[in-house]
């Protein structure tokens, strides 16, 4: 009996074909079948962008799956399935595929879902992630910030909880990076104003693209409509840290120092 | 006059050297010279450990900074100047300088405080940094578990914020990521079983390394001395999320979904 195939969950980075692992870089140039993601039949692939733009060629054999913009559990599933399908009898003839993944294949990816209902057809494939570089570090390292320092809080979450939520989550954190920032940028953007903290905020689309862009002054793309790949970054350097018990400190009792 | 060199913060991800970024080995590889941070003079390196075990050897050149682990603001301070001091010549020389960082020199990391005091010594000096995987994602995708999906929200902390801290977040956030677990294992697994999370919890020591260990039954750690690089993730699958304002969805007058 054949071995059968793994299924890879291969991170590339958020876009700057730099950021590529070795050990992605390795697979991709080894003897497994390519399969991408794409928002719908005959669209673009922002993953397979970024191996282009690494210099290496797309083969013949690539797969393209489609997982569309949709958060409607009965599409997605369907979706999923038909993903699964397509890469399922190369993965039991020992072939091993690639799924390409913009960003890290852990953080906001479709590649759990895909694997998930993969394991759910045939629980024999095995599966692997190559972990990879987020957007969010790319842009703290492009800016020269730390995303995180010392004893820092650090909450990664879509804006789209609302502004009551980032005010709030402001209080309890040193540094909020906010994902799909678009509906709601101009309220952030008074939000930030409010609170004293736009010097304090960097906003960036699509790091380590040809295309990227960094804004310093927020109220510059208040009335923007931004690309979906765009981020931001705010610090609260004013947050009362509070006591943080540290490396083999005696604990009370109770076991707490920061009640 | 000769133009300065460059201090780059090389992010060498958590320890796996197949996590090396093609920048970084990039880099590694070139003129630059390398320095690296130790504890103590003569202490082992982690960082220089991920590039030995990538198959590199270590130049004589290269150059051991130190940076003690303490918290007292004005021992660092003078480590950091020291450090500074150490690698200026070179930089002002034209020479480039490869600070060798483990996991992602924005999170978390030494290097940050490095760039800065240099950048007081002589404002002209070009810093870079080249942003690695950090040690949760790679955890993370060890584990084959998604960090963030979807709407998730994710939150990264030393667990020495303390129990009353890390309960409170298990409500506002679907995955916790904790950092420095040791001196208060013992109580957050406590918290967790009590709270019926730990089915749901993974430890995660050195990943990537050769002696690194997963845990997925807490308690059979609960009285042990951990490493200083070990984290606990958790997912909190019960948490409510509320709404979320999406793509283009128009705003309510008052810019907010989620009051």
Known sequence: MTAKGCLYGLSLGPGDPGLITRRAWELLRGKGLWAYPVRHWGGDSFALDIVRRAGLAVPDSAMPLCFPMTHQPEV????????????????????DVCFLVEGDASTYSTFGHLARTLRALDADIPVAVIAGVTSYQAAAAHLGLALADADDRLAILPAGYGIHTIDHLLDEFDALVLLKVKPLLADIIDLLERRGLLAHARFVEKVGCPEERTVHDLRQIRDERVNYLSLLLVHNPQRPKGEVARGCRKRTPQGEKHP
Do not use: N
Not at 76 to 87: G, K, M, Y
């Open 76 to 95: 997605l599933a369907r979706h999923w399935l038909a993903a699964a399908q397509t890469i399922l009898s190369s993965l039991e003839r020992g072939q």
